[in-house]
């Protein structure tokens, strides 16, 4: 029989996801090994600490800080760029193309950032790109639109991108936990990035859908081009009487086309999402992506959206299309196969039509009501309903209010009249967008 061919494995960082996948392929080295038809060879992993505890034990001789000698390793196939940031991890991935080397990575913000570049660094340096590890862990999704729906255009993408928001808002609704405390607990357990505001503010869940609308649309998208928002306005108060009405809130990452499908608008915003919906009861560390295709209509995936075992199935998953692309196999993946480029413009504000939730501190006195429906007709936004809760603060008054269909133009023009209303409005409006798909 013929010699099975070794592929070497070099892992540029060996945090929470790099011990993960050398764990898994370590121990399920001989069932892998079998599926792939190759002998699978870690050969090192690059590391800033040598001296630094990991709950994953390897060898010191696997080990290095130097990891510029692990792409330009020659035993070194494939490249896991597994170290976050986006300046080291760019100018190592660029060198590893250069190498004609194959490439896997769960960078997100690197993708988002140079994903362009990078890919074409690719294709020139005759290595592949995989990187279904950066968007929703342990769910295919990037897989499912290049290959299971390749025959659909995406009219509608849309889900819950980031775990660490899903699992506050979870608590916030089961138990009834403030905003703060909730955090407080989500850091405990490590489900907080370094940088809380990738996670609280929408980054994270942005660059994923920068990441999305590429694959969907072939189109790379700015987060200053975005709706971008995150989770911290959402209170008590907001999640009981979204219930009230029918609904949950979530964190929702959104790829739209609008207007006859002329424009596309992508997004990511906290909003009030109808409890019939699947992706409304998926809650804690979960993700979930509801992919409409107009060939097949509906599919909605769910799964851990992070964490060590389900972003390291992703990344061996990639690591098998890259054995693939090196046997000299047929695959699917960002730089062989890109998407169709579609001569979309992105949306303008009042292109975006939605309904709205919106929640106002005023003073509690005769004419109020008057006063600030005066400047909703102005806008032309006609409110649906209107409840009033009690406030902390005596002669104050908290109104949820709200709207039928309406545009986003409109709605920004209404904050900002509403915020010079300083008189009676006591804190800036908070809008969350009503999300019927």
């Not at 130097?66 to 330009?72: A, G, T």
């Not at 859908?209 to 008590?236: C, E, F, N, P």
């Amino acid at each position: 029989m013929p010699e099975e061919k070794q592929i070497g494995i070099g892992l540029l960082g060996f945090g929470t996801v790099g011990q993960g996948v050398w764990k898994h392929i370590a121990s399920n080295r001989e069932a892998l090994e079998s599926r792939m038809g190759v002998s699978l060879n870690l050969v090192k992993a690059g590391v800033k600490n040598l001296g630094k505890k990991r709950d994953v034990k390897i060898p010191k001789r696997n080990l290095t800080d130097d990891l510029e000698s692990i792409v330009r390793d020659p035993k070194v196939d494939i490249v896991c760029e597994l170290m976050g940031g986006t300046d080291e991890a760019r100018a190592l991935t660029e060198l590893a193309f250069k190498l004609g080397k194959t490439v896997v990575t769960a960078n997100k913000a690197l993708i988002c950032s140079h994903g362009d570049r990078l890919f074409k660094a690719a294709q020139q340096g005759g290595g592949h790109y995989f990187f279904e590890a950066s968007v929703a862990g342990g769910i295919p999704v990037i897989k499912a639109i290049q290959e299971g729906l390749v025959a659909n255009r995406f009219p509608l993408i849309f889900g819950i991108l980031n775990g660490t928001s899903n699992y506050i808002l979870t608590r916030m609704e089961r138990e009834g936990i403030s905003f703060d405390a909730t955090l407080d607990d989500a850091r405990s357990l490590g489900y907080v990035e370094a940088d809380e505001s990738l996670d609280l503010d929408g980054v994270d869940a942005a660059h994923k859908s920068v990441i999305l609308t590429y694959l969907a649309h072939g189109k790379w998208v700015k987060l200053s081009q975005m709706l971008v928002d995150g989770i911290r306005d959402i209170r008590l108060q907001d999640i009981q009487v979204a219930r009230e009405l029918g609904y949950k809130i979530k964190l929702i990452a959104s790829i739209q086309t609008v207007g006859s499908d002329q424009y596309l608008a992508v997004s990511v915003l906290p909003s009030l999402i109808s409890t019939q919906e699947v992706v409304a009861n998926v809650d804690e560390v979960y993700n979930a992506v509801s992919i409409h295709g107009d060939v097949v209509g509906t599919n909605v995936m769910i799964g851990r959206g992070a964490g060590q075992d389900a972003t390291a199935s992703s990344v061996i998953s990639d690591i098998a299309d890259g054995v693939r692309s090196l046997m000299g196999a047929p695959i699917h993946e960002g730089t062989s196969q890109p998407p169709i480029r579609q001569e979309r413009t992105l949306a303008k504000l009042e292109d975006i039509q939605s309904r709205y939730y919106i929640r106002l501190k005023v003073v509690d006195q005769p004419g109020v009501l008057a006063r600030l429906t005066a400047i909703l007709g102005e806008e032309s936004i006609s409110v649906a309903t209107v409840n009033q809760l009690p406030d902390e603060e005596v002669d104050a008054a908290s109104l949820y209010l709200t709207t039928h269909m309406t545009d986003e133009a409109a709605i920004q023009n209404m904050k900002r009249k509403f915020k010079r209303l300083r008189s009676i409005v006591l804190e800036n409006p908070v809008v969350f967008r009503i999300f019927e798909p």
